[in-house]
């Protein structure tokens, strides 16, 4: 028998080492049993990766034609039809022919998934570090437990749900009691000026995104904080230091990265949420919001809204657009999931870290 | 006064973390009592035992039902093989490929996942909207989950146990059977339950792969659609009327007590697991 003592130990580098033991062995003493099994799980395996390709294969493929259409246009453009699907008149641009008056500027739905996303972004991760460092320092070990429920609920609870309590219950009371409020900082930013609706818009949209969110900056930053050596806070302490320029001396600079990876991470579900921002939304086709109350629409959200009619394009058109539209989303947030997943990896010495959902 | 200034400081620091603390906790109370609060009239038996053609959910459960046990049967089973793979058969280079690529494919948006199933799935595979795109496309979200959990849990058993039965000299497959996977089940459980509650609370790549009725399941794979609960939070919060904002409140916590009746089933299935573990010769 030979044994392979150091392959997938701790110096394996391809990802993340869980346990810094001796574990693979070596081909070779498999039975012929064995060797079947390892065929059939082996199979098992490649199916994630093959589905990564399939689908981004896919949806390359689906978007060619839009994207030869209409070029930059795609990026620049602010006017997004389908043109008459009931006229038979073509137009023709670039070789590739749309129903009549098609025009597919995406501009509008990209501003809105990065904006609501970003915004999202501002809001949730300073409450959701607070909100970890009052857990771990603040609140008795013996009721961690309980308040952290909360946060499982927040992550597990569906995203209709939270377009539900969006539209008929949160938006209309910050449309009363926040936004008005928020319309006096208008003399200093002005896209705070102005009419604040009736609580279905960019604003609304982006607190929803931001409460779905925290959960899984929270899961992260909990994690990275239990991290800290212990011996570095209590010597900050016998400083003579307050427990706030502990945090701040110690504890934050030692978790930094950590919350930047955990940001873009919640910052790559924000950008694709679909369901909340598509009810909350308001809608808001071919333009960008007058205000941050007003109404507005991201990538994912038209991508639901209109597949339905870009059914109904007989030149296969629609359907390629809505795809150019996906891919740029795709794009998007792969990086953006890549880049937090690498410092991520930078960042964990070693420890299993909740990230995402849990992947 | 410095020092005053320095613990007003620390008094301020800490109000506003425990005020951030108190905005992480408001929402999901306030999301339950409004769920409560707008579905309370419509919370009886008839939610049971009417479609939503008549205000019920009765099909819309079923669907949800249908739909898990689709995910149990289709993504349980690959995820777990998956990540046996991963953690105990792959060369490293190949595992970091492998890993790269279910996590990839945890960050994809939903709704591109919905699209292509749409695509590729109801129009050019000509399945309609089926009851076996919509579980595929589900796969897709909680694979991930299932491989990562499996694979987790196996790295974690003890190295003496795995090298105990290598000294036996046992087959990799009873190594397997007999010494790794059962301290694993509870982990693994864990990651199927957590399969099964995003599988619950999922609607953007069900839309255009099952579509939606408002008759009952069938168990037939193509051309039919079926009924689930999210859909129906969408669709009548978007409505105009009362009784349908209650009925979206009720399928809404119906969800809730799905997704907590999930969580109690995996401390469960992990407690006896635990049990069974504790019970083989160590």
Known sequence: ?359 | MRDLLRRGRDMLFWGLCLLALALVIAPSLAIIASLLQQSWPALNINLFTNTTATNGLQNAILGSLLLMAGILVVAGPIGIAGGIYLAEFAPPTRAGILRLGYETLAGIPSIIIGFVGYIVLAQELHWGFSLLAAILALSAIVLPYVVKTTEVALLQVPATLRDAAVALGLPRITTLRRALLPPAIPAIASGVVVALAIAVGETAPLLYTVGFTSQDPTLSLFQHPIGYLTYVVYLNATLPTKLEHEVAGAAGLLILVMLLALIGLGRLVARRAARYAAQLPS
């Open chain 1, 1 to 359: 028998m030979r044994f392979n003592l150091t392959a997938g130990g701790a110096g394996d580098s391809a990802g993340p080492t869980f346990l810094p033991s001796a574990r693979r062995l070596a081909g070779a003493d498999l039975t012929g049993r064995d060797r079947a099994v390892r065929w059939v799980l082996l199979g098992a395996g490649l199916v994630p990766t093959l589905m990564l390709l399939f689908l981004t294969a896919e949806m390359v493929r689906e978007a060619i034609p839009a994207f030869v259409y209409s070029g930059w246009g795609l990026f620049t453009g602010h006017v997004f039809t389908f043109g008459n699907l009931y006229v038979t008149k073509l137009t023709v641009h670039n070789g590739v022919s749309a129903p009549h008056g098609a025009a597919y500027g995406a501009l509008p739905f990209i501003f809105g998934t990065l904006v609501s996303s970003l915004i999202a972004l501002i809001v949730a991760v300073p409450v959701a570090v607070g909100a970890v460092l009052a857990l771990t320092e603040r609140v008795p070990a013996r009721l961690q437990p309980g308040v952290s429920v909360f946060l499982e609920l927040l992550a597990g609870m569906p995203s209709v749900v939270y377009g539900f309590w969006g539209i008929l219950v949160f938006g209309p009371i910050l449309a009363q009691h926040l936004f008005p409020v928020l319309t006096h900082l208008g003399g200093v930013l002005p896209f705070f000026k102005g009419s604040v609706g009736y609580g279905e818009g960019l604003l609304t949209a982006s607190l929803v995104l931001a409460i779905m969110i925290i959960p899984i900056i929270a899961a992260t930053t909990r994690e990275l904080v239990r991290t800290v050596p212990i011996l570095a806070k209590e010597g900050a302490l016998a400083l003579g230091m307050t427990q706030y320029e502990t945090a701040k001396v110690v504890t934050l600079p030692y978790v930094r990265r950590g919350i930047l990876a955990a940001a873009i991470l919640g910052w790559a579900r924000a950008l694709g949420e679909t369901m909340a921002v598509l009810m909350i939304s308001g809608d808001l086709l071919n333009g960008f919001p007058a205000n941050i109350y007003s109404p507005f629409s991201t990538i994912a959200a038209t991508i639901v809204a209109m597949l339905d009619s870009a059914l109904t394009d007989a030149t296969g058109m629609a359907i390629h657009a809505l795809a150019a539209i996906g891919v740029i989303l795709l794009v998007i947030t792969l990086v953006t999931n890549l880049l937090g997943r690498l410092i991520i990896r930078r960042v964990s010495h070693g420890v299993v870290l909740p990230v995402g959902r849990g992947v």
